[in-house]
């Protein structure tokens, strides 16, 4: 192995130790009270240091949404290579999907949807932000290529794949929203998994033609 190959190496792990010390912080005390001094301490590290990886609190933040997002478009392009799957089985598969990008880090999904809302976009630099644009990008196209190839078919009701797709992450990220919020009240209440199916049962019956 190469010095340059160990640096480039060195500089990853150091990377990833960050954003696991960035996760534990931003989940106990939330993005707002957290700070990168905070960050620092938790990865035991100096603060110099780790505006050495990333510019600001909103850039670190930002960077830990890429993992989901990049799972994402791999679960839904394993939907869309389903082979002898019609829209209707794939839509059902893309539903199981979403599940499983949800399970593969709660937390991190929850802040993803938060930053979607957020004027925190507006602090990351061009680099970071094209990525979080192209992957979601890329995940929503994919996506409305199943309601297109049903509208097609016409399996669907005849709306715009485009809108369709939206509908269908807006119910998803509004389902997920809604029940944490209902969690923090009440820990008790855990009906994640279960509210979801309904509201794709639902979703499912009315693009579907009757």
């Known amino acids: 192995m190469g010095i340059q190959e160990r ?8 990377r ?9 912080v931003f989940s106990e005390k939330g993005f707002n009270k957290a700070t990168m001094e905070d960050i620092a301490q938790e990865a035991e590290l100096s603060p110099g240091t780790l505006y050495l990886y990333f510019k600001n609190k909103e850039e670190l933040y930002a960077s830990l ?11 839904v392009e394993h939907v869309i290579d389903e082979k002898d799957a019609g829209p209707d089985q794939k839509l059902k598969s893309l539903m199981e999907a979403m599940y499983d990008v949800y399970e593969f880090d709660p937390l991190i999904i929850i802040n993803m949807f938060h930053l979607q809302s957020s004027e925190t ?12 644009k192209d992957l979601s990008r890329k995940s929503l196209s994919l996506i409305a290529t199943i309601f297109r190839d049903g509208v097609e078919q016409d399996l669907f009701i005849d709306r715009h794949a485009v ?6 992450w807006a119910l998803f990220s509004g389902v997920v ?25 639902i979703f499912g019956r009315g693009v579907k033609k009757s």
């Open 65 to 75: 949404s890429l993992r989901i997002l990049q799972y994402l478009l791999i679960r």
């Open 16 to 24: 990833q130790q960050i954003m696991v010390a960035a996760k534990r």
């Open 7 to 14: 640096k480039e190496r060195e500089k990853e792990r150091r």
């Open 121 to 132: 976009l507006k602090n990351l630099s061009p680099e970071l932000m094209d990525q979080i």
């Open 177 to 201: 929203l809604w029940l944490t919020s209902k969690k923090i009240i009440d820990e008790q209440k855990d009906y994640l998994k279960q509210t979801l199916e309904i509201a794709f049962e």
């Open 163 to 168: 809108a369709l797709a939206d509908t269908f």
